[in-house]
């Protein structure tokens, strides 16, 4: 099956290059933000035809502050490769449209409160009568029970909550956040992990299901080693995964590096490397529990040493023999030899923005790898073609 048969076809769209493992898969994303949006584009990426549904004053997130002035920047990150129709399902006209669009779909993802869907007429119990083969995704800050359902989650939020800022932060110090979306983004994997595994049920049972995905679930998922606590152990035990010691960030003559020298090869690497053979001669620092209690005394030797080169000459100094990386800014990915080497950044033309470098896909398939990437929509900018074609679906039904 080429990316020219998809089911974008029935709405006058089609799709360059070779079919991805969701080939001919029909997902509608009327999510927001980034959890929902992004989890939908990394099934997109797998070839699945993704129509963004947004209301008409748009997702939020297009209104989010941006360099770019043409539209937000996070916008186009999370909403790659879908056609856009902005649909108002207080309207009834707008409504029926989107239920010839579920009877024909497979895979329905919402970021909405529990309460709302049944409201809006698209809970799932609802368009399950429509389309019993529904894929029907709902994320959620906390879940759909108990006393936080109803209550807007935000990754921030989610972050300080579940402890995961606390664990940040130095010892002692303010609790601070991990920036960078980390919990969407796991959330958004989830997402389409999930549905995937639910396609997968589907065509074994020929049976439809409803997939949870919270913000919540995802941030204590995320932190699943700190999440075990022995009935023996006391309330404060000590979840910090840091290995301490000499692993982190280090200042050098011009930058920083990274370095993690935790298994005695990469120990003896380190300390041959930097000069600091003395600290192999002693079974003092022989292994990563010994180092990370006696840092106090090998961090300021360690931090002599790598004053004599830069991060970058440290970097290419140590090869593959010491774990390690130079801080660069992300800029410097897009030009990046390895990530060149991957093909992880294409070029986009979009209809307001123009031309930009940007991320690809998440997972390389060998037979199937997926069909080109495109822009994300403007508003509506699909709207026409979708529109009728929901009406003569609608007609057809």
């Known amino acids: ?23 001919g898969v029909r997902v509608l994303d009327l999510s927001a933000y980034i959890a929902g949006p992004y989890g939908c584009s990394l099934l997109a ?3 699945a035809d993704v129509i963004k549904i947004e209301p008409p004053v748009g997702d939020n997130l297009r209104k989010y502050p941006s360099t770019l002035e043409a539209e937000s920047r996070a916008f186009l990150g ?16 707008d409504l029926d449209r989107l239920l010839a669009l579920v009877r024909n779909a497979d895979v329905l993802v919402h970021n909405f409160r529990p309460s709302v869907p049944d409201r809006l007429g698209i809970g799932y119990e609802q368009l399950r009568a429509v389309n019993s083969r529904l894929i029907y995704c709902a994320v959620t800050g906390y879940g759909e029970t108990g006393p936080l359902k109803d209550k807007a989650g ?14 940040q932060g130095k010892r002692g110090g303010p609790p601070e956040i991990l920036y960078g979306s980390v919990v969407d983004y796991y959330a958004a994997a989830l997402v389409a992990g999930a549905v995937a595994s639910a396609l997968y049920e589907r065509e074994k049972s020929g049976e439809g299901q409803y997939v949870g995905v919270s913000l919540l679930r995802a941030a204590l998922t995320m932190q699943s080693a700190r999440m075990v606590w022995a009935d023996s152990e006391p309330r404060d035990v000590g979840r910090d995964m840091r290995s301490g010691g000499i692993t982190g960030i280090h200042p050098t003559r011009d930058g920083y590096l990274y370095i993690s020298a935790n298994t005695p090869h990469f120990w003896k690497a380190l300390c041959e490397k930097t000069g600091l053979t003395a600290l192999l001669s002693t079974d003092r620092y022989d292994s990563v529990r010994k180092r990370a209690e006696h840092h106090d005394e090998i961090v300021p030797k360690l931090h002599a040493a ?25 800029e410097d990915m897009f030009d990046f030899p390895q990530v060149a080497a991957e093909e992880m950044i294409t070029t986009f033309d979009h209809p307001v923005v123009g031309r930009y470098r940007g991320f ?22 699909h709207g026409e073609m979708v529109r009728d074609a929901a009406d003569r679906l609608g007609r057809n039904a």
Request: proline share 8%; net charge negative.
């Open 154 to 167: 935000y990754d921030q939020v989610l972050q300080t909550m579940t402890g995961m800022c606390t664990l």
């Open 360 to 381: 690809t896909r998440g997972v390389k398939f060998g037979r199937t790898p997926g069909p080109e990437p495109f822009a994300a929509p403007v508003l509506d900018q």
């Open 1 to 23: 099956m080429t990316v020219g048969d998809c089911a974008f076809g029935a709405f006058g769209a089609t799709r360059t290059g070779p079919s991805g493992p969701l080939t």
């Open 78 to 93: 999370v909403n790659r490769s879908k056609l856009g129709v902005a649909l108002d399902l207080k309207d009834p006209a």
């Open 306 to 330: 790598l004053q004599q080169r830069t991060a970058l000459d440290w970097e290419a100094a140590f090869g593959e023999e010491v774990p390690c990386a130079a801080a660069r800014s992300v």
């Open 45 to 47: 990426d797998q070839g």
